[in-house]
């Protein structure tokens, strides 16, 4: 009998075995550990990807006095504000998903629990839903 519990997972109440100080547990049977660094790797470089483009629309919205540059430039704010919020949102998710490694929940669905597809973790690699919850997710909005 498969199970698609999650180690450790405080909703399944399972406090079997933790992997040695240093190694994340492995979850997820589609992943190899050569998957699992890999995307540790590809997420920590989005992560800093995330950080200086935050930086850089920081630095970058303008502090002009002209009236007609300020009218000119309002959609340019409008435009970078809306970028940073993008920015934080997937830093944040890339973030929440090295935690997911680090505790050993990573490459699990958040609603069914089931792994989420390797292919789709390879594209995604800070999804947090496989791609048929994603749907029902997305079509619900």
């Known amino acids: 009998m498969v199970t698609h519990q999650i180690i450790g997972d405080p909703e399944t109440h399972d406090t079997g075995p933790r992997a040695p100080a240093g190694h994340a547990p492995h979850p997820h049977p589609h992943l190899s550990p050569e998957d699992v660094a890999a995307l540790r790797e590809n997420l920590h470089e989005q992560r800093l990807f995330r ?46 998903a090295l935690d997911r490694m680090d505790r050993g929940s990573y490459g699990a ?4 629990r089931r792994p989420i ?18 749907q029902v997710r997305e079509a619900g909005r």
């Open 117 to 134: 597809d390797r292919e789709r973790l390879l594209i995604v690699p800070q999804a947090r839903y496989c791609a048929r919850c994603q």
């Open 51 to 96: 950080q200086e483009q935050l930086v850089q629309i920081a630095s970058a919205v303008p502090s002009r006095t002209d009236d007609l540059l300020r009218q000119s430039t309002a959609g340019q704010v409008e435009v970078h504000v809306k970028l940073a919020a993008s920015a934080r949102m997937v830093l944040s998710d890339v973030v929440a």
């Open 109 to 112: 669905c958040h609603l069914c």
